[in-house]
């Protein structure tokens, strides 16, 4: 809903078409001429490859596996009910 107010607002596709001409940049040009960019993304990939595999192990867990301390207490959501309808 909100791109498509947006599309009717004036001057919407002219300061679409600026700012895609010069898209903000991630890496200083320092790092790119350098070419420390590739340098930098693979330990982030192996780091995030390792904690997904971490989390998909731990939520893969049974139940009987999770260790539970105290009480597990159930939060159903209210009753909802709509005071401008009157049911008398």
């Not at 590739?38 to 139940?63: C, Q, Y």
Request: proline letters at 10%; glycine letters at 4%; aromatic letters at 10%.
């Amino acid at each position: 809903e909100m791109f498509t107010h947006d599309k009717t607002r004036p001057g919407f596709y002219d300061t679409l078409k600026a700012v895609l001409a010069q898209p903000p940049s991630e890496y200083s040009t320092l790092k790119r001429i350098a070419g420390l960019c590739p340098l930098f993304t693979v330990p982030i990939v192996v780091g995030t490859n390792a904690a997904h595999k971490e989390f998909k192990n731990w939520h893969r867990r049974a139940e009987t596996e999770i260790k539970v301390q105290g009480t597990l207490n159930a939060y159903p959501p209210p009753r909802w009910r709509n005071p401008s309808c009157s049911t008398s």
